[in-house]
C-alpha cells in the first residue's frame, strides 16, 4: 500500500476461522474491545473489525476478519481469506471434534492464500472441567510446528498473545 | 446468456434500486478511485475523494483491492461498524480498473442470522445431552460396580454356610438367599458387560480366524451352564444342527468371541426360560447359510406382545414385561452381535412362542 510504504505504519489483514460457536467473535470483542458476553449470537457472513497493535518499533493496524463458522450446513467461503497475511484457527477446548476442523480448514486456507502464518487457539479454557482436549494431541500438533495458545474470551486469558503471537510471525520474528 | 427485454432489465434495476441501496466504486489498476455514486454514506464510503486509494480508505479492501485471479469475486454479508451489512462484489474492468458494487445484505443477513442461530444452538443442546448421558453412564457403571463389591462376600458366606449342619427349614432359607445373591450377581454382571460392550463397540473390529469361536461349542456351553435353572423350572433344552456335522469345527467358526458369544446365547436361552411354561422346550437351532451361520432360540412360550416388540433391543426396555429384570440381556446381545458385522431380530416361533435369532458372518 502507497501509505504503508511512505511511513512506518503498517496494515495486516488477519482471519479467525474455527467451527461454530468456538469463541470468535468473543474473541475479537475481548481483543478490540475488551468486552465479553455470554450470549451466543451466531455470525452471519464477516465481521470487521481493527485494532493497532504495537510490536516494537512498529505500529501495525490489523483489519481482523472474523468468518462465520463452519458447520453441516455451511462451509466457510475462503474469498474473505484474499489478502489475509495471517489467521488465528480457533477451537473449542470442550468440543474435541473443533480442533479437526480447524485442521481440516487450515488445509483449505492453504489451498486458498497459500502458506502464511497462523496460531491455533484454544478458546474457553476457563471452563477446565469439561476440557476434552488432550494434553497429548496438543502435543502431536506441536510436533508438527503448530503455534497453540490457551484462551478464555471470558476471563480475557491469552487473547492478547494469541494475537500478538501471530503478529511476531507475521512479521517474521519466530 | 439470452437477451434481457428492456421491461425485465427495469423491473430487476428498480428492485435492486429500491431494496438493496447499491452504491459503487471504479478504480484504476492500483485502486485508486475514478468515480463513485449510490448510497455511498450507508456503507461510510461518502469520504472517499476522487484519486484516493480505496484500500486505504475502507480498510476493510485492504489486501482485496487490487486483486488478482477471476474475473469477479463475491463477499457477502461484510459488516462493519458503522455500515450496513453489504454483499460486496467485485469485478475487473477490462485490463485498467475495478469496479465494486455494494448491496444491501441487511434483510438477508437477518433471515440468515435466525435459521443458522437456530441451527446451532439445537446442535449444542443436543451435544450437550450426550455429554450428560455418557456422563451419568459413567457414574451408573461405578455405583453397579461398588455393589458387586459386598455381594460377593454375601454370597461367599452364604456359601460356607452351606457346609454347615443346618436344619432343614434353615437350609430351604439359605437356598431362597444363595438363589436371590446369585441372581443379583447375575444382573449386576449383564449391567457391567452391557457398559463394557458399550464402550467395546467404539473400538475397531477385526476377525481373527484363529481366535474365531465354534458357534456349536459356544451354544453348547451356555447349554450346560444353563441346565440347571432348566432342570428347576421343568423347561426342555434341545439343540438342533442344520449343515455339516459337529465335528467340521471350521466350518461353524463365526466372528466374535467366545465367553461374549456364550453371553449372547445364554442371554437369549434366559429369555426363552423365563417365558417358558413347564414341561416345555427351548429348541436352539443352528443353520449353516454358506457365508453366515444362524441361531435360532424358540420357545413355546406366550410369545412377545406387539407393543412390546419395538423396543425389545434397547436398553433398559425388557423391564416392562414384568418378570423382575432389568433389560439389560437383550441389549447386550444386539450391540454384541451388531459390533461383530452380524444382525439380530425376534420373530413368531412356528408353535406361537417367541423365536429370537441372531446371525453371524463365518470367520473364514
Known sequence: MQQSRESQYLRKKVCLLGAFAVGKTSLVSQFVKGIYSDKYLTTVGVKVDQKSVVVGPTEISLAVWDLAGEDEFQKVNMSYMLGARGYLLVADGTRAETVETARLLRERAENTVGKIPFVLVLNKADLTTDWEIEDASIADLQSQGWSIIRSSAKTGEG?????????????GDK | MSEFPQPVIDYLRSLELEKRSPAWLLTDSAGDLRESGGDLAEYALDKIAIGENVAERAFFLDGIIPFDGGKSIVLECVQTDGAH????????????????????????QTRQQAVQQRGNELNLSYRKLQKEIQKKEVLLHCIVHDLGGPLMGIRGGFELLEREALSDEGKVLLEIGLRQARRQEQLISEILQAFSA???????????????????TAAKSAIELLKPAFDLAQVSIKLDLEGPPPLEQERWRVAGEESRLQRVFANLMENGLRYSPAGSTVTVKLVDEGPSVLATIEDQGPGVPAEVQPQLFQKL????????????????CRITVEHWGGEIGQKAGTSGGSCFWFRLPKAA
Not at chain 2, 99 to 107: H, P, R, T
Not at chain 2, 198 to 206: C, H, K, M, R, V
Open chain 2, 85 to 108: 451489512p453489504a454483499d460486496i462484489h467485485l469485478f475487473k474492468l477490462g485490463n485498467d480498473g475495478f469496479g465494486i458494487v455494494f448491496l444491501d445484505a441487511n434483510e438477508s
Open chain 2, 317 to 332: 426396555s425388557q423391564g416392562k414385561r414384568g418378570k423382575g429384570k432389568v433389560g439389560l440381556g437383550l441389549y447386550f
Open chain 1, 159 to 171: 487473547v492478547e498473545d494469541a494475537f500478538s503471537k501471530l503478529v511476531q510471525k507475521m512479521l
Open chain 2, 198 to 216: 458399550e464402550i467395546a463397540s467404539l473400538d475397531a473390529f477385526q476377525i481373527d480366524p484363529a481366535l474365531a469361536p465354534s458357534v456349536i
